[in-house]
């Protein structure tokens, strides 16, 4: 007969080590959040109407008479910066009227409008003709953060395509020095922003409530001068 002794000690189930509980997901609060995503566009805002006043300035300055035509460049150059930027906002950010439905034309148009004032080109490939809220909203902010993602240049080539009720949007941008900043990936996975500066982070993670609250899924995967970001969302 063998000895008790011989056999390793069991450890009965109702004694075993219970796992930790998983952390809380980030939720910040609503007046902060309101906060940073005015502060976002504050500061996308704020460029071109500074440099109108800047045009005007000089338009008036008695001294600067000689300056009159790039007065005129520069007031024309923004304003119209200005103006696309508002554009996109009211798609990206806001409700943009009563819209539930949105061209892909027309959101092409307001993406472009974004990159014709930034260094990397866009390249549209959207499929579907028409796009629900959630998907349009989806569409624009991984426009503009694979802009953000392309500081030397470089071309951002953005896909969707609609198929059993889902549409599956992907933007790859290649370029020099392509890549996403740390506070933008945290944005993207739902955590908060560290120690980093609210502007980039606000709008990754923005982006991820949104395809959160519609039961959709976000990816986001970065290589050698190359950024790929991925969503899908419900179709309807």
């Known amino acids: 007969m063998s000895d008790p002794t011989d056999t390793p000690a069991q450890v ?19 007046a902060e959040l309101a906060a940073q995503i005015a502060a976002r566009l504050c500061h996308d805002f704020i460029s071109p109407a500074s440099a109108i006043v800047s045009g005007l300035d000089l338009l008036e ?3 600067a008479q000689d300056m009159r035509e790039d007065a005129m460049g520069l007031i024309t150059q923004s304003a119209r910066k200005l103006a696309d ?10 409700a943009s009227a009563t819209a539930e439905t949105f061209d892909a034309r027309e959101l092409e148009s ?11 080109e866009l390249d ?24 953000g993602a392309l500081p030397m240049g470089g071309t951002a080539t953005l896909r969707a395509v609609e198929a059993d009720g889902k549409v599956a949007i992907s933007v790859e941008a290649v370029g020099p020095r392509g890549r996403l900043k740390p506070e933008v ?25 949104i395809v959160k609250g519609v039961g959709g899924h976000l990816a986001a995967e970065t290589g050698e001068d190359r950024v790929t970001l991925a969503a899908v969302v419900p179709a309807a």
């Open 85 to 94: 930027m508002l554009q996109f906002a009211r798609v990206a950010f806001g």
């Open 61 to 63: 300055d008695p001294t």
């Open 185 to 209: 990936l945290r944005g993207l996975q739902g955590q908060d922003r560290g120690d980093a500066v609210g502007g980039a982070w606000v709008q990754a993670y923005y982006l991820w409530l």
């Open 12 to 30: 009965p189930p109702e004694t075993a080590p219970e796992a930790p509980p998983a952390p809380p997901p980030f939720a910040p609060d609503a």
């Open 124 to 147: 549209w490939k959207v499929e579907p003709a028409g796009l629900n809220k959630a998907a349009a909203r989806v569409i624009m902010n991984l426009a503009q953060i694979s802009a």
């Open 110 to 120: 307001l993406a472009k409008g974004v990159f014709a004032h930034v260094r990397p």
